[in-house]
């Protein structure tokens, strides 16, 4: 990885170009960072361009590109690559998907939902509790993913916390969990 500098993305390449001693269509060139001019001089940045060489092989394939026997060549390994790796894939979700859905039964779904409602109550109930607040929970089950936990206290204020950032933080532990 070989970067060169300049005021401009351009003059970076010609810096860059002139000391590998190239042409612009023997390399490759990649922008690393653009020019900023900054403020009064401060967080100014030159221009950053990493430039390699191409080989031997990419170069006459670059300038021969009508070539039929060239452009032949490189098609079928890269058809004959992307459906293997395409069929795989396709039948390994498609065999698990099926084998558990039937497993599992819409009641043993509520209950497990209901499982989890609970410990999250209680994960949090334990938190809040820590916390030095005397607060009660109750869960409102809205739609089929979203759970509505309300917190019933005298100490509201202490448990939302400054900017809000308890309630946030038991929100986002109540995701986790």
């Known amino acids: 990885m070989t970067i060169y500098t300049g005021k401009t993305e351009e003059a970076a390449i010609a810096a860059g170009l002139a000391a590998l001693n190239s042409r612009r269509d023997q390399v490759i060139t990649k922008v690393v960072a653009t020019p900023r001019k900054g403020w009064l001089g401060i967080g100014r940045r030159e221009a950053m361009v990493d430039i390699v060489l191409k080989t031997v092989a990419e170069t006459s394939t670059a300038a021969t590109p009508a070539t039929p026997a060239s452009s032949a060549t490189p098609q079928p390994q890269t058809s004959a690559a992307a459906p293997q790796k395409a069929a795989v894939p396709a039948e390994a979700p498609v065999a698990t998907s099926t084998s558990t ?69 038991l929100q986002s532990l109540a995701q986790l969990s």
């Not at 820590?130 to 979203?146: F, K, M, P, V």
């Not at 019933?152 to 809000?164: A, Q, R, S």
Request: hydrophobic share 35%.
């Open 101 to 169: 859905e039937p497993t599992v039964t819409p009641q043993e779904r509520r209950k497990r939902r209901e499982a989890a409602i609970e410990a999250v109550q209680d994960y949090l109930a334990t938190i809040v509790e820590q916390l030095g607040i005397d607060a009660t929970i109750d869960a409102e089950t809205g739609s089929h993913r979203q759970v509505r936990l309300v917190f019933t206290t005298d100490k509201e204020g202490l448990l939302i916390g400054k900017h809000g950032r308890t309630i946030n933080a």
